[in-house]
């Protein structure tokens, strides 16, 4: 029995157990992947500085967010297409995510109708991302039912006026229309655990665009666009208000990185951001979120919060966004690849050993609650923003009585 100690235990897992298509897919990014490696190798590339002989007996790792607690400060990103991971899994992530006490993002492109979804997980903080195509009254009615079936949030997700070039998805002819190789086919009978659970399941579906009791039919066209992410374009910011019509709960944006954008969001009623590249699979080009956030933070300016997300595989990253100004975090591809490797109880033991790996750190720190953590926690001044490098620096000259000093600015900053 293999130990699964941590996030990428559980993905080495979900690399035996799937077949290599799905596995690419949900592990590869876009084009050369840069901007994925980018978003690991910055959180790897930042040391967190502790405080030592403080009172650390208790440590909250939890937050509080839209009147809501969060028994961690991390939620499951929207993922699409999960089912082909596991029949049902959108259903299994949101029921570990109400185990686990954080909030479950469910996908447009989802492969359980988000009814099913609430009936899975009625206890469960969920929120619902949205994808807007080009026949708007998708969105519209995708939004009315969200709201009847309990979901307290809605993401719009911005960063995909096109589909990022996945080349992994392309080599395995994953596209639409399906064109599988020989030895893409060789590859899933290899793993017929994978082949017998989804012939039990069925081929995964939209689920959300199938047409319901009081709905027409969604369009080839609409399906079609949706698994090829080819959004409608002509969503702009003043988009935001006829949403805001539409759901009167919390409104997300997600996947911003420049700091005008987020000034754009407050002033366009955003409720919270996220700062987000998508975990690398759109703009190949596009910075290490985590880069990003210091000056997405200092735009906003606490108007609003900033959710981030991108590369978090250890509770040590989640801890380093809320260092540097993040309310919260959202992971991806880790409860996915724990989903991959047990089902639920896998997806379940991810969140859990985030949350573990979380605390320890943050005790570590000697941080007893996630209010505390802040950018002295963080050792490294390229990535603050510039207003924190001028304080910095400012700092340093006051410390130093105007001397130049022999260290750099973030050793003493
Ligand atoms: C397989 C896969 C499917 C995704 N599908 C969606 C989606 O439907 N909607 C969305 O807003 N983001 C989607 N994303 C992006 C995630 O919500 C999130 O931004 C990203 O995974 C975070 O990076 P991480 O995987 O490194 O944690 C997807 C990501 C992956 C890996």
């Known amino acids: 029995m293999t130990l699964?100690?941590?996030?990428?235990?559980?993905?080495?897992?979900?690399?035996?157990v799937l077949p290599r298509l799905v596995f690419d897919y949900v592990d590869g990014g876009a084009e050369d992947e840069r901007c994925m490696r980018r978003n690991r190798d910055a959180?790897?590339?930042?040391?967190?500085?502790?405080?030592?002989l403080r009172d650390t007996r208790t440590v909250d790792i939890g937050i509080e967010l839209f009147g809501r607690r969060w028994h961690a400060p991390f939620a499951i990103a929207p993922i699409g297409l999960a089912g082909l991971v596991r029949p049902r899994a959108d259903a299994l992530?949101?029921?570990a995510a109400q185990a686990a006490g954080v909030p479950f993002i469910l996908s447009t492109a989802s492969n359980t109708r988000l009814e099913d979804v609430r009936d899975a997980a009625p206890d469960a903080l969920l929120?619902?991302?949205?994808?807007v195509m080009g026949e708007r009254a998708i969105a519209e009615r995708i939004v009315r039912r969200a709201r009847a079936a309990r979901f307290e949030a809605l993401v719009l997700t911005v960063d995909v006026p096109v589909s990022g070039l996945r080349e992994r998805d392309l080599r395995h002819g994953f596209r639409v229309p399906m064109r599988l190789t020989p030895?893409?086919?060789?590859?899933?009978?290899r793993h017929p655990a994978w082949l017998l659970r989804l012939a039990r399941g069925g081929m995964p579906q939209?689920?959300?665009?199938?047409?319901d009791d009081d709905g027409a039919p969604v369009s080839a066209q609409t399906q079609a666009?949706?698994?090829?992410?080819a959004m409608d374009r002509s969503l702009t910011w003043d988009s935001l208000g006829w949403l805001r019509k539409l759901w009167d709960g919390p409104l997300l944006v997600k996947g911003l990185l420049g700091a005008q954008d987020a000034k754009r969001a407050v002033r366009y009623g955003a409720d919270a951001i996220v700062v987000s590249n998508h975990g690398?699979?759109?703009?190949?080009?596009?910075?290490?979120?985590?880069?990003?956030?210091?000056a997405m933070v200092e735009a906003v300016d606490g108007r609003i919060p900033v959710l981030v997300d991108g590369g978090m595989r250890r509770g040590s990253d989640v801890v380093k966004a809320l260092a540097l100004g993040a309310r919260a975090a959202l992971v991806g591809r880790a409860p996915i690849y724990g989903l991959a490797s047990g089902g639920e109880q896998g997806a379940l033991s991810v969140l859990q050993l985030l949350a573990q790996e979380t605390e320890r750190t943050m005790t570590l720190l000697g941080a007893t609650h996630t209010r505390e953590l802040g950018p002295r926690h963080v050792d490294q001044p390229e990535i603050r923003s510039p207003t924190e490098q001028e304080h910095a620096a400012a700092q340093l000259k006051e410390n130093t009585h105007g001397k130049p000093s022999i260290y750099p600015v973030h050793a003493t900053a």
């Open 4 to 16: 699964l100690l941590n996030v990428e235990d559980h993905r080495r897992r979900a690399r035996r």
């Open 43 to 52: 959180l790897e590339a930042l040391p967190l500085v502790p405080e030592c």
């Open 93 to 95: 992530l949101a029921s």
């Open 127 to 131: 929120w619902m991302q949205l994808y």
């Open 183 to 189: 030895g893409t086919l060789l590859d899933m009978a």
């Open 206 to 211: 939209f689920a959300n665009l199938l047409p």
């Open 225 to 229: 666009a949706l698994l090829s992410r």
């Open 280 to 294: 690398g699979r759109q703009l190949d080009a596009a910075p290490a979120s985590i880069a990003a956030l210091p």
